[in-house]
């Protein structure tokens, strides 16, 4: 069992996993805003503003944990439903900073950590296989950046023993999926869409891997109904 940081830790997908690491055993630290509302140890971060991620690094190392990070999960995300003839600068800034410059600056951090521990970070994206989404430019571009910041990553962190996992869940019931349907003038219906619990429950699986292999990609849809 380790030390694992969960950005996005107050969200519907980041508090079950949260949950389900507690569970099996892990020690979690939750990075970013409105942390008093997890039940776990927490550092305050804006993740729109990915440098104040120094300064929660900081605080880690000042506590004398920062030498024992062994997992990231980052499952932090905003999801604006925008044209882009709508969409303006502060859209593409926040959206970008929130889904993946603060995740790359976030690994930045915290590898020789993640070093010292050959360790684990799993970036939660998006649906399998989604492209080309019109009014949802600034987040499917946001993801398409994530998918490479990963791919990257596996790549430059390999000699270094670190495993690298994005998962590619379909749609999971949560607040923000409700919200992004009504914006779309689409249907809600939780029964139908994955359960959190669920996904971070198979986020968990990911990191208990053995050691000689493990789920670079790991797409996740809802059983047929």
């Given amino acids: 069992m380790g030390h694992v940081l969960v950005t996005g830790a107050t969200g519907g997908i980041g508090a079950a996993v949260v949950d389900a690491l507690v569970q099996a055993g892990h020690r979690v630290t939750a990075v970013g805003r409105d942390i008093g509302r ?5 550092i305050e971060a804006d993740l729109a503003e990915p440098g104040t991620l ?3 690094v900081e605080e880690l190392a000042a506590a004398g944990e920062l030498g024992e990070v062994h997992a990231l999960v980052h499952c932090a995300g905003t999801s604006p439903v925008l044209a882009v003839a709508d969409a303006g600068p502060e859209t593409w800034r926040r959206t970008l900073a929130v889904n993946v ?3 790359a600056e976030l690994v930045r951090l915290t590898l020789p950590a993640l070093r010292r521990s050959r360790g684990h970070v799993i970036f939660v994206n998006a649906s399998p296989g989604m492209t080309g989404v019109p009014r949802w430019s600034a987040f499917v571009g946001s993801k398409a950046a994530l998918r490479e910041l990963a791919d990257s990553l596996r790549e430059e962190e390999a ?3 670190i495993r690298v996992t994005t998962v590619y869940p379909a ?3 949560t607040d923000l999926l409700r919200e992004v349907r009504s914006a779309f003038g689409r249907p809600y219906d939780p029964e139908l869409c994955i359960r959190p619990q669920t996904l971070a429950a198979m986020i968990v699986w990911a990191l208990s891997a053995p050691p000689d292999a493990y789920a670079a990609e790991l797409s996740v849809v809802p059983s047929p109904r």
């Avoid at 997890?38 to 927490?42: A, F, L, P, Q, Y």
């Fill in 38 to 42: 997890s039940d776990v140890r927490g």
């Fill in 54 to 56: 120094a300064a929660a």
């Fill in 101 to 103: 410059a603060s995740a």
């Fill in 159 to 161: 000699p270094h023993g």
């Fill in 171 to 173: 749609a999971t019931a």
